[in-house]
């Protein structure tokens, strides 16, 4: 599929956080216009860039002609890095009030659709969560997660699918201080698990790797959310009564957000609807991706009173 023909402006906002006055940077598929209520994307890592969600642009070529707004992350991409701060810096109530700034700038803080991916979809929980955001009107939470410790475990059986050896190394590259994750051998076994449980493109797609190489290239935020509030002990789960709106809940049948990473929000949100993409790992946005847009740009247009039973399948 390729790209839509839609006009993309590039910009950037002011954000004053701790008397500092920081930038995030953003990109607009599309008109902010009264008439057709925007999508805003948060991309995950936490570390990379807004790059690996470009797909998401297909919908704002849809008939709904809905604008798109994806953007970096403070200490991301193209907005502020912040290298020389500590640790106790780097929270979710930072990115929450990034997020609130962004949609108060933009001036659609009244009407706007959020969709969040893997650990964007951890930030789009919080921010629900703490803010109750009135103008929120749907909610997408794309390979995402209600509880660190969960998918940590997940992620460990896929491991161990891989046989004992490869299995011994990846775990090697995720202990604390990580001394595995330097060698050649991890390097090679983490590619051949991102071939399975990531992307399943052969070859992956540019965007993807270029995300990624940009938390290589500045490791600040990867590194030090590990440690944040963020990082291994994080859960969700006693707060999801809390997500009022209607929500659609995404993974891939390879991914590591699996089936019961993804449970405690089905469960959880009234108004939900779940949807396993049967061919994809964890980005069906690139693995299926005319079908996903099929799927996503259904849900932001259905009536908001068309309840959900939080069912769901394979597609």
């Known amino acids: 599929m390729s790209s839509p023909n839609v006009k993309v402006t590039e910009a950037t906002v002011s954000f004053s956080h701790d008397g500092e006055t920081l930038h995030t940077f953003y990109k607009l598929y599309g008109n902010l216009t009264p008439s057709c209520r925007p999508l805003v994307a948060l991309h995950g890592g936490p570390g990379v860039t807004h790059d690996y969600l470009v797909p998401l642009a297909d919908l704002a070529a849809q008939p709904a002609a809905r604008p798109i707004i994806l953007y970096d992350q403070i200490g991301n991409g193209r907005s502020t890095h912040l290298p020389e701060k500590p640790a106790a810096f780097w929270n979710i109530a930072l990115f929450v009030a990034e997020l609130a700034n962004l949609l108060a700038q933009l001036g659609i803080a009244g009407d706007f659709d959020l969709l969040g991916h893997s650990w964007g979809g951890m930030l789009a929980a919080e921010f629900v969560v703490r803010r109750q955001p009135a103008g929120l009107k749907r909610l997408v939470l794309a390979n995402s997660l209600a509880c660190m410790e969960v998918r940590d475990a997940e992620v460990r059986r896929l491991y161990g699918e891989m046989g004992a ?96 990473v993804c449970a405690p929000f089905v469960r959880g949100i009234e108004k939900v609807k779940w949807v396993r993409f049967a061919h994809s790992a964890h980005m069906p946005h690139w693995e299926e991706r005319e079908r996903y847009m099929e799927v996503v740009g259904a849900f932001l247009g259905a009536r908001v009173d068309a309840g959900a039973d939080g069912k769901g399948g394979e597609v």
């Open 165 to 260: 050896e490869d299995a011994g190394v990846l775990l090697a590259g995720v202990e604390d201080g990580g001394p595995g994750a330097n060698t050649e051998e991890y390097g090679r076994t983490q590619n051949r698990y991102f071939a399975k449980h990531l992307c399943r493109m052969d070859p992956m797609p540019g965007p993807v790797g270029y995300s990624f190489e940009q938390s290589q290239l500045d490791p600040t935020v990867t590194s030090k959310m590990k440690h944040s509030d963020a990082g291994k002990g994080w859960d969700i789960r006693d707060k999801i009564h809390l997500i009022r709106v209607p929500t659609l809940v995404l993974n891939g049948a390879y991914d590591f957000e699996t089936d019961a």
